[in-house]
């Protein structure tokens, strides 16, 4: 080849190819659809979009008038609440609300219990099924559920009791039956239906947390269970456990007009805690005095979820005269 073409072709090659500027760019050279590309392709981490509920819960009380009227309007109702929340007294007015053929005792139990569900024989074991259920919950993913399932023509009414208090009440019917049945553990039966144990015992007993005092009001209300009455809007009332008798009254004005409320007494207090400086104090009196560090020296909340919005609610629900609030899901 001659020498003048392979001088060119050599001169070709240092220009286009070796030289540097034509292998790299500036960052100037880049236009910025390139930068935003590459950014995305090289970096390990990204952030997912924020959801927001399509709705939100507007609180709204309701008096005992409104309370007929939405009775009046609706094709049945389920009264749920936690235990210690007047569930005994719901039961029995339940029982008594119906007169039809159909036992219907474990229809109620399992609306709310942590078993699977069989409350579709409701469907085929009585032409005449009950028009009012009650049924305290055990399991908050069946609230959930049963939050997203009813229609409007099912009136939901949740009765609420605040946590400290549903404790303290929990923990005296617990003990108070272990006494009744002769005694449990380090607390002694001292005479028939008395019984006697000391502080520290007690204590054990409370965290562990047994029987009634298990599942409280703030691990029954969820996350969950709040965004399910956000996006499936139900017909659904908190009302004040204090207001059982009323709402019995309400419900019996239009299915079983003959239905005398029922309430249950809380029974003698018949325990004696032995304390430390030697002196013995009723349960009532030592749950009373420790009232206060019950919930964080318990961890009564360890398990709770969206704290914020059940005390939201109950601050609304104080404000409420007769005890009902309405949890109307209004969209965003």
Aim: charged share 20%.
């Amino acid at each position: 080849m001659p020498p003048m073409i392979v001088g060119a072709i050599i001169m070709f090659i240092t220009i286009h190819i070796y030289n540097p500027s034509t292998l790299k760019r500036s960052s100037s050279d880049y236009n910025m659809s390139e930068l935003v590309v590459e950014q995305s392709l090289t970096s390990s981490t990204y952030e997912q979009p924020t959801t927001s509920s399509i709705a939100h819960i507007d609180w709204q009380c309701k008096s005992s008038d409104d309370m007929r009227q939405l009775i009046n309007s609706t094709d049945n109702v389920i009264v749920i609440m936690p235990a210690k929340a007047a569930g005994s007294s719901f039961k029995h007015f339940a029982d008594g609300c119906y007169d039809g053929e159909y036992k219907f005792k474990n229809i109620q139990k399992q609306i709310g219990d942590d078993t699977p569900s069989g409350i579709e024989s409701v469907l085929s074991n009585s032409w005449n099924a009950p028009k009012v259920f009650a049924s305290h919950f055990w399991a908050p993913v069946k609230l959930t559920r049963l939050v997203r399932s009813t229609s409007l023509r099912t009136l939901i009414i949740y009765s609420h009791r605040e946590e400290n208090s549903r404790f303290q009440s929990a923990a005296f019917h617990v003990l108070s039956q272990w006494c009744k049945n002769g005694g449990h553990g380090e607390m002694s039966q001292v005479e028939t239906d008395k019984c006697s144990i000391n502080e520290e015992s007690l204590v054990k007993i409370l965290k562990a947390r047994p029987e009634e005092m298990q599942m409280g009001t703030n691990e029954l209300l969820t996350c969950e269970t709040y965004n399910a009455i956000e996006e499936y809007a139900p017909n659904m009332i908190f009302m004040d456990f204090k207001s059982a008798n009323n709402i019995q009254s309400l419900l019996s004005e239009k299915y079983c007009p003959n239905m005398a409320n029922h309430h249950i007494s809380k029974g003698d207090d018949k325990i004696s805690v032995e304390i430390k400086n030697g002196t013995a104090v009723s349960l009532s009196t030592w749950l009373d005095q420790k009232s206060s560090y019950l919930d964080w020296s318990l961890e009564l909340n360890k398990r709770a979820t969206c704290l914020a919005k059940t005390r939201h609610m109950e601050e609304n629900l104080n404000t409420c005269e007769g005890g009902f609030l309405h949890a109307k899901s209004i969209p965003n």
